[in-house]
């Protein structure tokens, strides 16, 4: 595939998967070779080369025998739906391979995955597919990874991010798909210290000033912690301070791809407590402000 995804932003030097690291600060993440995107996204979800072209080229052959068998034959010639020599493979085909990694891949629309839609935060991976491109997002410790291949480096997503991603991704076109099961386990889950400092060098890749060990980096201004809409750590949506100049904050950057959400969001801030009068109305409870948010996505998932 030689799309960049549902992310857009600044052009940045072309990817050149074959020279470049498939790593990136222990964080298993191959680039664009070719069209082999389908191949990438499997092995950046799985966190490391559990499949090649050729592995899929072989599930897609039996897949196309399958259906002749099942049309009553047919020319063996004839064009396959499942797999080409430049590397394209069928949604069908990524299924098979999944499935015998012990792994399903669940359209987040359908009724199995309604949960999924509901709580996106709450799965461990997803994989995405618009046309002839692919690109997956994985859990690692407490941030997900937007892993496309058609980036240099990953791209660290918070719940709130992730939400947005996914919803931004169906909106462009993209079929998003919840890939659940026994997930092979990542070495980098592992260490605690060795995630941190990749969450950081991620960030900084894509200029975030802010990092986990230590703040912001060097030369840049003190800044918050990202809002995070999931945390239910006590930071309402109208919290004071600091917490409210990171929500505006916040709301101002969604606004850039997504001017509905921040509407939205903005609609929250200004119905939650705190936001008139002292005494106007009793704080929510975190259940409550969960079950709320839980109705948003579903509703924004469709």
């Known amino acids: 595939g030689d799309d960049a995804g549902a992310g857009g932003g600044h052009m940045a030097p072309p990817i050149d998967g074959e020279k470049m690291s498939k790593y990136f600060a222990g964080i298993y993440h191959e680039k664009q070779v070719g069209s082999l995107c389908a191949v990438h996204a499997v092995n950046n979800l799985l966190q490391g080369p559990v499949l090649s072209e050729v592995d899929l080229a072989q599930i897609g052959h039996g897949i196309d025998a399958e259906?002749?068998?099942a049309l009553g034959g047919g020319s063996i010639?004839?064009?396959?739906?499942?797999?080409?020599?430049?590397?394209?493979?069928?949604?069908?085909?990524?299924?098979?391979a999944l499935q015998r990694l012990g792994l399903t891949l669940t359209p987040i629309g359908s009724e199995s995955a309604r949960d999924a839609a509901a709580r996106p935060a709450a799965e461990r991976g997803y994989i995405c597919n618009r046309s002839q491109h692919w690109?997956?997002?994985?859990?690692?410790?407490?941030?997900?990874?937007?892993?496309?291949?058609?980036?240099?480096?990953?791209?660290?997503?918070?719940d709130f991010e992730v939400v947005e991603t996914l919803a931004k991704a169906k909106d462009s076109g993209y079929s998003v798909f919840v890939v659940r099961g026994a997930y092979p386990p990542a070495p980098i889950e592992g260490d605690q210290g060795r995630l941190r400092a990749a969450v950081d060098a991620c960030r900084r890749a894509h200029g975030d000033g802010f990092t986990m060990s230590g703040g912001p980096g060097a030369g840049?201004?003190?800044?918050?912690?990202?809002?995070?809409?999931?945390?239910?750590?006590?930071q309402t949506l109208a919290g004071g301070g600091g917490?409210?100049?990171?929500?505006?904050d916040e709301i101002a950057r969604v606004a850039e791809s997504d001017p509905e959400l921040a509407a939205a969001l903005a609609a929250s801030l200004q119905?939650?407590?705190?936001?008139?009068?002292?005494?106007?109305?009793?704080?929510?409870?975190?259940?409550?402000?969960a079950?709320?948010?839980?109705?948003k996505r579903l509703a924004r998932f469709g």
């Not at 010639?77 to 949604?91: K, L, P, Y």
């Not at 997900?144 to 660290?156: C, H, R, T, Y």
């Not at 079950?291 to 109705?295: H, K, Q, V």
């Open 67 to 69: 259906e002749r068998r």
């Open 77 to 96: 010639e004839a064009e396959s739906g499942n797999v080409r020599a430049d590397g394209f493979f069928s949604v069908q085909v990524i299924a098979v």
């Open 135 to 158: 690109f997956s997002i994985r859990k690692l410790g407490g941030n997900f990874f937007d892993l496309n291949s058609m980036k240099a480096s990953p791209v660290v997503l918070g």
């Open 220 to 234: 840049a201004a003190a800044a918050p912690p990202a809002f995070d809409a999931f945390s239910g750590a006590g």
């Open 243 to 248: 917490a409210q100049a990171g929500v505006q």
């Open 271 to 289: 119905d939650a407590p705190g936001a008139g009068p002292a005494g106007a109305a009793a704080p929510k409870t975190a259940a409550e402000e």
């Open 291 to 295: 079950e709320e948010m839980r109705r």
